[in-house]
């Protein structure tokens, strides 16, 4: 028995390490094929912009739809609205729907700055629903059904569009028929209210000014990331698409890979850049992540043996793959540091197995600096400065701090259909430190990380005085992670100092340890 744990152990370290150098030499083959094409993309996007607004008459623009979908968004609400409404567009050629399935007192929010607004002659009405069926993307169909733009402009709560986003991406679309999609990119309203929040910034930029570009430019299938972005109605209501469907927590990623499967093609604007909010709190950045990491793989599920069968090249097969399971990489790394010591204990007494762990350990190296180093790239590429290495030590913390909880999410999107759509509570801040009407429930998972935390604090001390100093800085890297997002994540009422506190709005379907 205890040989055959020893090699269970041995295939677990190995299929986690190989899963992770593969994931982290993706995103090497991305910074790459972001650098060879950006320029001539860019360039070309700024042309047909420009183009379009000096030869196109005022009332020849397409009529355009901006959805913003809403439950219980009192802090934010009005803030997103009047952004919305304040977008310069054609006359009489913009229609706001605001979809708003809120139970609490942002209904009343809503309806007086829509009413505000109406009087000033902006074309904007609120969509309610008697139930909230298939959630955001119930929503969504539901004015979709009611609309009557050419396009369909979508903003989450927490957005704030500039002023031209719509002079800048309408003109995208409307030159391009076979193009169903664009995407803007997501800059930052709080990027400096914490280590956290910095930490958030770079991650996401490295999504936004990295990989979507990468995967655009160099003709793979890539997302709509549910907010600021523009759709072509008739490709959302193409039969061979299906529209918008719940039965997955990331209805936006589901709705991409079916319209590029039906043949349509997406885009993205590294230009076209809406600032947002990003989660102040380790709590609210867990519900977050949670959603999209039981969605991405609910999608994989689901699409996967689809995209297998298409007539696609094998890189771009390969690409759906790595991009649709990317979130996997949480449950590799919990299972990295969980066999951490019982691999040392399968590895006494066998020499040349031993110089396989070393080697084994210099590939998770490799593979762990692929996401600091593409990111604070991309932080460079955005504003010619290195300011991003200051977060990368955040970063590694919140990396292995949320594996437990992401790890999970990815587990129970291989087994669960649909599921409710939590959203991530906001805090209306805009650079500073405020406090919304809303947070997320406590639960238990903290505990849990305290105890990982404890155990890879542990496992480091092992390594540093064995042979294997070298490496024993990953498992520091984990204790600090789990140990701080523990903390973090503590009730405010535990008597040792915890920083969350319980929710002031029930948030369900959510299993009891999650939190």
């Known amino acids: 028995m205890s040989a ?13 390490t190989v899963a992770l150098a593969v994931y982290g030499l993706h995103l090497y083959v991305l910074l790459y094929l972001f650098l060879r094409k950006r320029g001539e993309n860019r360039s070309r996007q ?24 809403l ?31 809120s139970d609490d007192v942002t209904v009343e929010r809503v309806d007086q700055v829509v009413r505000t607004l109406a009087r000033r002659g902006v074309d904007i009405k609120v969509v309610r629903r008697e139930t909230r069926e298939g959630y955001k993307a119930g929503a969504l169909a539901h004015g979709l059904a009611q609309a009557r733009g050419e396009f369909v402009a979508v903003f989450d709560a927490d957005f704030v569009p500039p002023e031209d986003f719509l002079r800048r991406a309408v003109p995208l679309l409307a030159v391009e028929p076979h193009l169903a999609c664009l995407q803007g990119r997501w800059a930052h309203l709080n990027r400096d209210d914490s280590w956290m929040t910095r930490a958030q910034a770079l991650g996401i930029d490295g999504h936004f000014a990295i990989e979507q ?41 589901d709705l991409s890979y079916r319209a590029q499967l039906a043949g349509w093609k997406l885009d993205y604007c590294l230009d076209l850049a809406c600032p947002a909010e990003l989660p102040g709190d380790i709590l609210a950045l867990k519900s977050q992540q949670r959603r999209w990491a039981t969605g991405s793989i609910q999608t994989a599920c689901k699409l996967l043996p689809r995209i297998w069968r298409a007539p696609l090249g094998f890189g771009e097969k390969l690409e759906a793959t790595l991009h649709l399971t990317h979130y996997s990489v949480s449950l590799w790394m919990l299972l990295l540091a969980l066999v951490a010591r019982p691999v040392v204990f399968a590895m006494t007494g066998h020499p040349l197995l031993g ?29 010619g400065r290195w300011g991003g290495l200051a977060a990368i030590p955040g970063m590694f913390v919140l990396g292995c701090g949320l594996c437990l909880s992401n790890g999970l999410a990815v587990l129970r999107g291989l087994k669960l259909r649909g599921g409710e759509f939590v959203r ?4 209306g801040s805009l650079g500073g430190r405020a406090r919304g009407l809303y947070r997320t429930a406590t639960g238990r998972m903290w505990a849990l990380e305290f105890a990982l935390g404890l155990y890879a604090l542990f496992c480091f001390v092992v390594y540093y005085l064995d042979i294997h100093r070298g490496f024993s800085f990953f498992l520091l890297i984990y204790a600090v992670g789990f140990l701080v997002t523990a903390y973090l994540s503590m009730p405010a009422d535990f008597g040792i100092g915890g920083r969350s506190s319980a929710t002031e709005t029930p948030v369900a379907d959510r299993p009891a340890l999650e939190a």
Request: aromatic share 12%.
């Open 213 to 253: 570009g990468a995967r655009a430019w160099n003709g793979l299938m890539l997302n709509f990331n549910g907010t600021a972005g523009v759709w072509r109605r008739s490709a959302i209501e193409d039969p061979a698409v299906g529209g918008w469907s719940g039965d997955t927590l990331t209805e936006d990623l």
């Open 424 to 427: 991530t509570p906001k805090s």
């Open 71 to 101: 439950y219980n968004e009192a802090s934010v609400a009005e803030r997103v609205i009047r952004a919305v409404a304040g977008m310069d567009y054609a006359a009489g050629r913009h229609e706001i729907q605001v979809l708003d399935d």
């Open 4 to 16: 055959l744990f020893h090699w269970l152990v041995l295939v677990i370290f190995i299929v986690a």
């Open 355 to 383: 110089h396989w762990f070393w080697s084994m350990w210099l590939v998770v190296l490799v593979a762990s600096l692929a996401p600091p180093l593409t990111y604070a790239f991309a932080r460079y590429s955005l504003d």
């Open 46 to 69: 700024t042309t047909t912009i420009e183009a379009y607004r000096k030869s196109t008459p005022e009332d020849r623009w397409p009529i355009v739809t901006s959805q913003i979908p």
